[in-house]
């Protein structure tokens, strides 16, 4: 069936060190890969996307990688700061417009 | 900040009765979603909207209805509450002109016990 999962609930990393949370995917008909971010408390928030026909996108301190050969998602974070420690959550935009979302990786930093 | 609210942000009710929340915004997002979230299980899509009177069903739609009247209202009814329906309710909006399609905002979320 269709899934959006994630490989691991909880990521430590020390401040500083680059963040690397991965993702896999089993529907190959979705034309875009999203992450979100969510805090404690609130609302999960972009950060980026990637459509399915690239395999790499940068942004501000953040690059997602898209592997479409083993269905494989990874977002890293560059120089990850407190301000980083959040659930991480990937997801996937449908061709008919539903974004369905995996069930979150958790990033703690270590001071 | 994409003027997104949601009420009540908190609610305590009974198995049976009806319960309905709102999702209000107020920059003319074409798109607007209701999500839940539980333990385990990260957001799942409930219904969507894609536009005034035109809605449709997600992933786990049984037990819920939507309407949407107007651009800035999109409203989540429980007809008769249960305890599988405790959770934390999202709505997200999305489709401002000029904006990614992909890119939702969402709202601080409202908090629904059943006892």
């Known amino acids: 069936g269709e899934s959006v999962g994630l490989h691991l609930p909880t990521l430590s990393v020390q401040e500083g060190d680059n963040s690397i949370i991965n993702c896999a995917y089993s529907?190959?008909?979705?034309?875009?890969f999203i992450w979100y971010k969510q805090e404690s408390g609130k609302g999960p928030q972009f950060i980026i996307d990637?459509?399915?026909?690239?395999d790499k996108r940068q942004g501000q301190r953040v690059t997602v990688l898209l592997n479409k050969t083993v269905k494989h998602l990874s977002l890293q974070i560059a120089a990850t700061q407190p301000g980083d420690s959040a659930v991480y959550f990937c997801?996937?935009?449908?061709?008919?417009?539903?974004?369905?979302f995996g069930k979150g990786t958790r990033l703690h930093i270590l001071p | 900040d994409a003027g997104i609210t949601q009420s009540p942000r908190h609610k305590v009710t009974e198995t049976g009765t009806p319960v309905t929340l709102r999702c209000h915004q107020t920059?003319?997002?074409?798109?607007m979603y209701w999500y839940r979230q539980d333990p385990g299980h990260g957001l799942r899509l409930i219904h969507y909207?894609?536009?005034?009177?035109?809605?449709d069903k997600g992933e786990v739609s049984d037990g819920y209805s939507v309407s949407r009247s107007k651009t800035e209202d999109f409203l989540l009814t429980l007809e008769s509450a249960t305890s599988s329906q405790t959770s934390v309710y999202f709505c997200?909006?999305?489709?401002?002109?000029?904006?990614?399609?992909?890119?939702?905002?969402f709202g601080p979320g409202t908090r629904l016990t059943v006892l």
């Open positions: 529907n190959s008909a979705s034309d875009y």
């Open positions: 990637i459509r399915s026909n690239m």
């Open positions: 920059e003319n997002h074409r798109y």
């Open positions: 997801a996937e935009k449908r061709i008919d417009d539903k974004i369905i």
């Open positions: 909207s894609y536009g005034v009177k035109d809605t």
């Open positions: 997200a909006i999305s489709g401002r002109l000029g904006d990614s399609r992909n890119e939702q905002f």
